[in-house]
């Protein structure tokens, strides 16, 4: 299935949180997403790793009540979507997680927290890196919301240690267009923690398909290169970049993890409808939208490509 938001003509900030038990088609009622470019997923996963984990996976407040929550959500809906792959085993105070495509198996003991590994910081971090998505788990108490933790390691022009710990309001605070949404954002977050999950799109125009657009390039790599969004040429190829955002929440503890599954589409493999729907969407965003994503200095060769 094509995740193509762009397809409604017009560009929007807005939530549009769908309820995903009213998808009729059963597999998008799945948090996670297990498909044939997995492995590419998690060696991304792994670079970020070796170039500096903490760069990628940070924390901050964060309740012990909460990571063990979520991190059982995890494990446990892994195991439910996709038995084939996963198998879950809990004796007594020993728990593992076997991965079948990786071969690997991670164990931990029964306060759903710590992990006994070289290789990983935390449980949460080890089961961040047995799935393509990327995991933010926010907080909620005493009227207060915080990003309390985040594993990004497909970062989309912004870095999650400058996130993390921040308030909805001053992590949104940069993207134009917002304002309706800042005004009802604390009803909207205990919406998805009493009524969720639900599922959300958001997308924009990439000259590249690499999955990790950190805004600080990893050591010796040019920050023009890697920042992308080129002005663009004829051999320039455009991709649109669809993010699947799943939303779920946890009442007791009054938190909700928030998935992204980074997806990318050629714009020349678009058909003539949805190329013409794309451009409709562009054309829609105003000029501060435009320069927030990037469009603006791609703005001319993208119009040109499309045949505009």
């Not at 998505?133 to 926010?138: F, L, P």
């Not at 599922?199 to 398909?209: E, I, K, Q, S």
Request: with cysteine; hydrophobic share 35%.
């Amino acid at each position: 299935m094509k995740y193509l938001p762009f397809l409604t003509g017009k560009y929007s900030t807005a939530p549009g949180l769908i309820a995903i038990e009213k998808n009729p088609v059963s597999s998008e009622k799945f948090i996670f997403q297990v498909d044939d470019t997995y492995n590419q997923y998690i060696e991304n996963k792994t670079a970020c790793r070796k170039e500096d984990i903490y760069k990628y996976y940070c924390t901050s407040r964060l309740l012990p009540g909460t990571i063990s929550r979520v991190n059982k959500y995890i494990a446990r809906q892994l195991v439910k979507e996709y038995p084939d792959f996963f198998i879950l085993e809990e004796s007594g105070k020993s728990i593992s997680l076997h991965n079948r495509i990786l071969n690997e198996t991670i164990h931990w003991s029964d306060d759903w927290i710590d992990i006994d590994s070289d290789k990983y910081e935390s449980l949460f971090d080890a089961l961040c890196c047995q799935v393509q998505e990327d995991i933010a788990i926010v907080q909620m108490q005493d009227n207060e919301d915080w990003l309390t933790a985040i594993h990004l390691c497909s970062p989309n022009h912004w870095s999650p240690t400058e996130k993390c710990g921040k308030t909805f309001e001053a992590i949104h605070a940069p993207i134009p267009g917002m304002d309706k949404t800042m005004q009802q954002h604390p009803k909207m977050l205990s919406a998805i923690i009493q009524k969720g999950p639900f599922t959300r799109f958001a997308w924009g125009v990439a000259t590249d398909d690499r999955l990790n657009h950190h805004p600080v390039p990893p050591p010796g790599i040019d920050s023009d290169y890697w920042n992308g969004r080129l002005k663009g040429d004829d051999a320039t190829k455009f991709y649109i970049r669809t993010e699947r955002q799943n939303l779920v929440g946890f009442a007791e503890e009054n938190v909700f993890i928030f998935t992204i599954h980074t997806y990318f589409y050629d714009i020349s493999e678009l058909d003539h409808n949805e190329q013409n729907l794309l451009w409709e969407a562009i054309d829609t965003m105003s000029y501060e939208s435009k320069i927030y994503k990037g469009i603006i200095k791609m703005e001319v060769e993208l119009k040109r490509k499309l045949g505009k």
